[in-house]
């Protein structure tokens, strides 16, 4: 499988951002799909995903800020961003987890930058 995100830029704190990743396949066939970031320096963390019944799940720092969605006519999910930080600032990952819970391709990120 193959996922592309896009979507990232540079955008002042309180601004948003809506994040695509567009997925070479079904994105019903994945147990999940989500949204994970890399800031400098960092380890990669995860920031929210939507399973395959439409569940949601978001870490502490991205609840009520970000919305993750999907588009299964698109084979698309969106990573809305909204009041966003100088924190959050980081390289944003979309990754695709298997019916039998095997992570797959991550794929190429998308910076975003938060400037105070």
């Not at 019903?28 to 320096?41: C, D, E, I, K, Y």
């Not at 990952?93 to 910076?111: E, K």
């Amino acid at each position: 499988v193959q996922l592309q995100a896009y979507g990232g830029g540079l955008v002042q704190a309180g601004g948003f951002l809506r994040l695509s990743c567009e997925v070479s396949r079904d994105i019903n066939s994945f147990n999940s799909l989500g949204w994970h970031r890399q800031a400098p320096g960092k380890q990669r963390e995860l920031v929210a995903f939507i399973s395959s019944s439409g569940t949601t799940y978001y870490e502490d720092f991205a609840e009520g800020r970000f919305t993750v969605s999907a588009d299964s006519a698109k084979n698309t999910v969106y990573l809305q961003m909204n009041n966003l930080k100088p924190e959050d600032t980081a390289v944003y990952y979309c990754l695709a987890v298997s019916l039998t819970g095997t992570p797959m391709n991550w794929g190429q990120g998308t910076q975003v930058t938060v400037s105070s």
